[in-house]
């Protein structure tokens, strides 16, 4: 896992900013995996800002909550309409975002991991880390699931998606995430983190053994993930 220490947020959004401005420029058709969040907002401003030709790129989103159609101001297919698609030229069409909309959600879990396996690759897939660890909504716990699956959500996850919604009853309870084996198969991988309320978290992703536990430390297995994480995320490292 390389690692690129920031000076800010602002940096680590412009690093990421280049590194997929790389891939389109390498990939005739580029498969990018995104995330949603707080944390890759300052990317997609970034994206939005430097008039990249987006008109072959795919995209495929992490996760989505369930019981939210897309038209939800809180749904991740309006996030990222809102922080991205309506600001380049990506056609609508090839962005997908798991559909938690359907009533049968375990049926739209596997759709969506068979349209992984058609697409065939994902070039590069860009990451936030949750404040337990987990990376898409996968949770820590004594197992993972590898394809795409329902979740139910933590608690902690709860609370710390409560700010986005007039109150915490309105937080979904479930979601629709990509599993860890759908993630792992992607060709390159940035987790992005910023900001003192991650700087535990990383120190344990950075030290610590991998484990189920620990989401994110599952990444340890993979040959080419690049950690962006500004200064005051950094500052637990030794
Ligand atoms: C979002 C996602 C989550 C977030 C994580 C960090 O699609 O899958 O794993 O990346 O919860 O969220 P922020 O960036 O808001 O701290």
Redesign the pocket.
Known sequence: MEIKITKDYQEMSELAAKEVAKVLAEVKQPVLGL??????VGLYEELSKMELDFSKTVSV???EYIGLDGNHPQS?RYFMNEKLFNHINIDKKNTYVPDGSLADSQKAARDYEELLSKLGRIDLQI?????NG????NEPDRALSLPTHVVKLEES?IE?NARFFDSIDEVPKEAI?MGVGSILKAKKIIVLASGKA?ASIIKSLVDEYVSTELPASLLKFHPNVLLIIDQAAASLLD
């Open positions: 995330a949603t969040g707080s944390t890759p989103n992490l996760d991740y990451l936030g880390i949750g404040n987990h990376i898409g909504f996850t710390a995430t991650k």
